[in-house]
Protein backbone atom coordinates (compact mmCIF):
# COMPACT_ATOMS: atom_id res chain seq x y z
CA UNK A 1 0.00 0.00 0.00
CA UNK A 2 1.15 3.90 -0.46
CA UNK A 3 0.75 6.63 1.04
CA UNK A 4 -2.01 9.18 0.44
CA UNK A 5 0.23 11.72 0.00
CA UNK A 6 3.84 12.73 -1.22
CA UNK A 7 5.99 15.17 0.33
CA UNK A 8 7.49 17.33 -2.69
CA UNK A 9 9.74 19.93 -0.03
CA UNK A 10 9.42 22.47 2.45
CA UNK A 11 7.22 25.34 2.33
CA UNK A 12 10.05 28.17 2.76
CA UNK A 13 11.35 26.55 -0.56
CA UNK A 14 8.72 28.63 -1.79
CA UNK A 15 9.21 32.62 -1.73
CA UNK A 16 6.20 34.45 -0.72
CA UNK A 17 3.90 35.35 -3.72
CA UNK A 18 6.32 32.78 -6.01
CA UNK A 19 5.99 29.14 -7.42
CA UNK A 20 7.92 26.21 -8.18
CA UNK A 21 6.88 23.51 -10.24
CA UNK A 22 7.25 19.55 -10.03
CA UNK A 23 7.72 17.90 -12.99
CA UNK A 24 4.99 15.31 -13.59
CA UNK A 25 6.02 12.22 -16.09
CA UNK A 26 7.02 13.15 -19.42
CA UNK A 27 6.13 17.15 -19.85
CA UNK A 28 3.04 17.72 -17.40
CA UNK A 29 3.70 20.04 -14.42
CA UNK A 30 2.38 21.07 -11.20
CA UNK A 31 2.80 24.24 -10.03
CA UNK A 32 3.05 25.46 -6.25
CA UNK A 33 2.20 28.69 -5.69
CA UNK A 34 2.84 30.72 -2.19
CA UNK A 35 0.85 33.91 -1.69
CA UNK A 36 1.75 36.81 0.38
CA UNK A 37 -0.06 35.64 3.35
CA UNK A 38 2.05 32.19 3.04
CA UNK A 39 -1.66 30.06 2.19
CA UNK A 40 0.23 27.60 -0.67
CA UNK A 41 -2.15 25.91 -3.59
CA UNK A 42 -1.23 23.80 -6.46
CA UNK A 43 -2.50 24.17 -10.21
CA UNK A 44 -1.54 22.26 -13.01
CA UNK A 45 0.97 24.44 -14.78
CA UNK A 46 -1.08 25.96 -18.13
CA UNK A 47 -3.60 28.40 -18.16
CA UNK A 48 -6.79 27.70 -19.62
CA UNK A 49 -6.49 30.19 -22.32
CA UNK A 50 -3.26 29.38 -24.35
CA UNK A 51 -1.39 26.79 -21.55
CA UNK A 52 0.71 29.50 -20.79
CA UNK A 53 3.29 28.61 -17.94
CA UNK A 54 1.13 29.67 -14.80
CA UNK A 55 4.17 29.09 -12.73
CA UNK A 56 5.59 32.40 -14.24
CA UNK A 57 2.74 34.49 -13.88
CA UNK A 58 2.29 37.25 -11.19
CA UNK A 59 0.73 35.87 -7.87
CA UNK A 60 -1.15 38.42 -5.90
CA UNK A 61 -3.07 37.92 -3.24
CA UNK A 62 -5.07 34.60 -4.14
CA UNK A 63 -4.63 34.82 -7.50
CA UNK A 64 -2.08 34.17 -10.50
CA UNK A 65 -1.62 36.68 -13.67
CA UNK A 66 -0.91 34.18 -16.64
CA UNK A 67 2.39 35.50 -18.02
CA UNK A 68 1.30 35.33 -21.95
CA UNK A 69 -1.87 37.08 -21.90
CA UNK A 70 -3.14 38.33 -18.23
CA UNK A 71 -5.41 36.45 -17.65
CA UNK A 72 -6.10 36.14 -13.57
CA UNK A 73 -6.44 33.03 -12.48
CA UNK A 74 -8.17 32.02 -8.86
CA UNK A 75 -5.37 29.91 -6.63
CA UNK A 76 -8.27 28.04 -4.85
CA UNK A 77 -10.33 26.87 -7.34
CA UNK A 78 -8.58 27.24 -11.06
CA UNK A 79 -11.23 29.35 -12.09
CA UNK A 80 -10.45 32.19 -14.65
CA UNK A 81 -11.96 35.61 -12.98
CA UNK A 82 -12.85 38.74 -14.89
CA UNK A 83 -14.57 38.80 -18.40
CA UNK A 84 -12.03 35.48 -19.03
CA UNK A 85 -13.65 31.82 -18.94
CA UNK A 86 -11.81 28.52 -18.53
CA UNK A 87 -10.28 26.75 -15.73
CA UNK A 88 -7.16 24.55 -14.91
CA UNK A 89 -7.17 21.68 -12.52
CA UNK A 90 -6.21 22.00 -8.81
CA UNK A 91 -4.33 19.68 -6.81
CA UNK A 92 -5.30 19.07 -3.25
CA UNK A 93 -2.46 19.40 -0.92
CA UNK A 94 -1.76 19.89 2.65
CA UNK A 95 0.90 21.32 5.17
CA UNK A 96 2.18 19.51 7.77
CA UNK A 97 5.12 20.29 9.83
CA UNK A 98 6.44 22.76 7.15
CA UNK A 99 6.14 20.05 4.59
CA UNK A 100 3.91 20.68 1.29
CA UNK A 101 1.94 17.23 0.86
CA UNK A 102 0.32 16.59 -2.70
CA UNK A 103 -2.45 14.17 -3.30
CA UNK A 104 -0.96 11.03 -4.85
CA UNK A 105 -4.13 9.95 -6.68
CA UNK A 106 -4.35 13.29 -8.63
CA UNK A 107 -0.66 12.97 -9.89
CA UNK A 108 -1.15 9.40 -10.77
CA UNK A 109 -4.30 10.31 -12.83
CA UNK A 110 -2.21 13.02 -14.90
CA UNK A 111 -0.41 10.07 -16.13
CA UNK A 112 -3.15 8.58 -17.70
Not at 51 to 58: D, E, K, T, V, Y
Amino acid sequence: MTPDWIDIGAVDDIPLRGARTLLVWDSEEIAVFRTGEGEVYALVNKCPHKQGPLSQGIVHGDKVACPLHNWNISLKTGQALGPDEGCVPTIPLQVVDGRIMIARAEVMSMAA
